[in-house]
């Protein structure tokens, strides 16, 4: 029961995903197909929130709950990287789901997702268990 508000967000989290129709399979298609702004609106207003908040997490030196300071690294762009968001896009382009809304569309009766959150569970494994062969 400790976790509980872990639980509580988890659920917050989908019903917001859900009223903002950002779990629609034909939402996400359109995105990919050009035909309606609505994702893409919702996708910069999340970058311009982190962006927000990783300036004034830098400005104001905020600490984690636990009080240890937030270092955030720079990365640098890799071949690696460009494969691995390639492959999300195309992931998320067949499924109609990056990996937040698969619950929200399990929760809402979507049971095709059930398929796309086992791709991502053995996507995950597939990543942890070849990590240091591929290219960082």
């Known amino acids: 029961m400790k976790d509980i508000k872990f639980i ?69 762009l890799n071949k690696g990287t460009i494969i691995g968001g390639g492959a999300f896009g195309l992931g998320w382009a067949i499924t109609g789901a990056c990996p937040g809304p698969i619950f929200a569309q399990i929760g809402f009766g979507e049971w095709p997702a059930i398929v796309t959150l086992i791709g991502a569970v053995l996507g995950a494994y597939s990543y942890s268990v070849t990590k240091s062969k591929l290219p960082h």
Do not use: P, Q
């Open 8 to 76: 509580l967000s988890g659920i917050v989290f989908g019903v917001i995903l859900t009223k903002a129709d950002v779990i629609s399979w034909f939402r996400i298609h359109d995105m990919f197909l050009f035909k309606e702004a609505h994702m893409y609106l919702i996708i910069c207003s999340a970058i311009a929130t982190a962006a927000v908040s990783v300036l004034l997490i830098k400005y104001f030196k905020i600490k984690s709950l636990d009080k240890k300071e937030i270092v955030i690294e720079k990365k640098i």
